[in-house]
């Protein structure tokens, strides 16, 4: 399996599946403060997280150890769609006649379209080993919510997704997905939880929020014995499952016989993200030369223009208080067709890293990036989800910057998932129906200031 | 790479990409006759067919030479995906539990989701080749229609595509998909031909058909200098480049250690099957023991309700006479979800091997067709298009036989693409408001009735 910079794809074997995840956190010389449970002021200890996630996951979350092990009906799962490829964009690179080399390493070949599955089986499997019978969680517009379906039909979980309501009527497909695999899907705010029923009595016409989706969920898993509850990022060991991505990407320069100079991922949460980044981030903190960048849209600047302080996870000011790069959890990010990255705050982890200067974020508004989109559909086949294609878009930014000095730098962009379930942004793009936003300085100290005072 | 029947997918290096295509034609002992030309009752020769195709592609479809050289700018596009894996389905296998052996061979990791952008990429090719500036094509579904419009953005082609009213204004993704790659996409009927425009006059409100589409098409292109016609099943050429599939499947069962005893294919036009079983016919004709079955849907049964006889390809009477199996060119199928296998006849190459024993084909209703799909889903991940469904069903019928028999077979399906734009389809299936049809005796003989005297 000889192989040179003329290979379109690196391929690994299935036999090549990594058989630990990267921990980031043994690697860090500082770590981020722990949660602060809101009431108490208090660090929020493993008991208070008992009713929500499996012990296994609680250890995850607070592990300092290098490698975790994947147990092996996870790797068995991965194995549908794992290793990913790596693809060198051969026909981007003359499309754009640039001497950079564009390499893509994609996760939409997963049966969900995305990367959120790497994380989805391996919370089912320990929720199945851990006696659970139920699981709840949120989605907005559907990419996590289909890919823990899919693994619940896998490890033969119960699943209720409250879907936003706003998302549950634009985005039918999404649903239906869902309900293929066998899980339950209903609109938020419903009446089937306290928190939307209260919603429903003031507003019974409310499209919904993911704040209010999350209480949703997390009410549901609280109140019932055989239900716990799932999030898709955010968290340290949903950062932790993506590290396949990156290990994977690894060996696969390896066999390119390159390494990237700079590397693209989109942020919402973060986990995409740092799923590729971290294992880079591991080799940059030995003394390896390599730009890592985190690319966010305009409509929701958490990085470029959050502060970084302790803030809620949730509208609803249900979750514990995380210290990160946040918009604060009142703010209300325009309404963008990439779903996944409206999210007011950021991953402990990556914020940090931002914060020590480890990783760079840039902003990008939308017309730019389904601009790139379209031209990466075009050369490369593959249609980008519109959260992937700010990656796309700042990677072509920077293959056009070495088109005008000449530089062969090596680009990674991770390609977090396709688009087949969002054709109507691209519809509204081709038709120049889309708008670009940036929220003004106004609103955004508006949401800064009422951040809560705790733990700074 | 060792790799034994714990393998769950088996994958090849690009470098294994088929260097020719196989053409059955070589080893066949007789031949399907040349198609006729309904106002001459001649044969068509190569001249006729000139206005719409470009000569590499007539002499394919008349070539008898065993192999036929893949030009590598077409390798070069088939990189992007291919070649695609072969899976072990260890899943779906348990769920049965049967001591079958079940794979599937998975075309929907191309970017258009499907098969058909190995015939797609050669045609445009070809056309680019012979200084061709536009492409015309029908499309029903759309899947034909999207995997043109990728191929004519990498070959720098203009294409327009007359897509049939009905799904034109039911599926607006697959117009979307073809938009975001550069192609035109109308509702036919459309003002923009004379064909189109005889329709409109009668029927303001027609939602079209794919034999007024396919009418529309070939108009165009017969009307302008720079422009040509493309097909996307049925013809010899077509079914020639499809055949990448089984030459790369058989490569995959040497690496399993094993070789299938049955192999499933859906069919409509029947490029699919062809591409999967003609490599594996060719060694029955050699002497080898395999049952290679066809399946297509009690809505549309050309093969096993058909007769083999002369008929147009098309509802319009505009195409030469082709003997084939078929249910008349006046047939309407009923509104079954899998649209492509919606057509009145069978590939000749298709027919002439079910005519003389060498394939069987067998009909399934479609509830029966969604209940697998959904059962494969949940075992396997892949939401399967409702035409490749056929195929799931029937193998899951075989592998549930060989639970009862305890033969240890090995069932090979053609999993022709993904279900991603049709969950439509199954949102009804999954609601119970999926009909299954029959077409009565007496609709079937009126049709056939209808069939042209001639060359018989």
Chains 1, 2 share one sequence.
Request: net charge negative.
């Amino acid at each position: 399996m000889a192989k040179d910079l003329k290979t379109t794809k690196f391929v690994l074997d299935e036999s090549d599946v990594p058989t630990h995840w990267y921990n980031l956190a043994a690697d860090l010389p500082a770590l981020p403060p722990p949660p602060i449970h809101p009431g108490t002021g208090q660090p929020v200890g493993p008991d208070d997280l008992a009713p929500l996630f499996p012990m296994e996951l609680i250890l995850q979350e607070v592990s300092r150890d290098r490698w975790i092990e994947i147990p092996e009906p996870v790797r068995d799962v991965y194995r549908l769609w794992r290793p990913t490829p790596l693809y060198r964009a051969h026909r981007l690179e003359r499309v754009l006649g640039t001497p950079a080399r564009i390499f893509y390493k994609y996760e939409g070949v997963s049966p969900a379209g995305s990367h959120k599955p790497n994380t989805a089986v391996a919370q089912a499997y320990y929720n199945k080993q851990a006696g659970v019978k139920r699981l709840t969680t949120e989605t907005g517009a559907g990419q996590w919510g289909s890919a823990l379906a899919m693994a619940c039909a896998f490890f033969e979980l119960e699943l209720k997704v409250y879907m936003v309501r706003a998302s549950y009527e634009q985005k039918p497909y999404r649903r239906i997905l869902m309900e293929t695999w066998g899980a339950r899907c209903v609109p938020s705010p419903s009446p089937d939880t306290e928190a939307g029923r209260r919603v429903l009595a003031e507003h019974p016409d409310s499209p919904g929020s993911l704040g209010i989706a999350i209480s949703e969920a997390v009410e549901d898993a609280a109140t019932r014995e055989d239900t716990k509850y799932s999030l898709g990022s955010v968290l340290n060991h949903v950062l932790l499952h993506q590290t396949v991505i990156g290990q994977e990407a690894q060996k696969q320069f390896e066999l390119a016989g390159t390494y990237p100079d700079v590397i693209f991922g989109c942020v919402g949460g973060g986990s995409n993200f740092a799923g590729l980044a971290f294992p880079f981030v591991r080799e940059k903190l030995e003394g390896r030369d390599i730009r890592i960048v985190a690319v966010e849209p305009t409509a929701c600047p958490s990085l470029t223009r959050g502060a970084y302080t302790f803030d809620f996870g949730d509208t609803g000011r249900m979750t514990p208080l995380m210290k990160m790069h946040t918009l604060g959890h009142t703010f209300i990010p325009a309404a963008i067709h990439a779903g996944g990255l409206r999210y007011h705050g950021m991953a402990p982890l990556v914020s940090l890293l931002y914060e020590q200067g480890i990783i760079e974020a840039l902003a990008l508004p939308q017309n730019a990036v389904f601009e790139g989109a379209v031209l990466f559909a075009r050369a490369e086949g593959i249609v980008p989800a519109p959260e992937s294609a700010h990656a796309v878009r700042a990677a072509i930014d920077e293959a056009r910057r070495c088109a005008e000095t000449g530089e062969e730098k090596t680009i990674l962009i991770g390609l977090s998932g396709h688009g087949h379930f969002d054709l109507g942004a691209y519809e509204a793009y081709l038709a120049g129906r889309l708008e670009d936003y940036e929220h003004p300085e106004e609103e955004i100290r508006k949401a800064l200031a009422a951040l809560p005072q705790v733990g700074t």
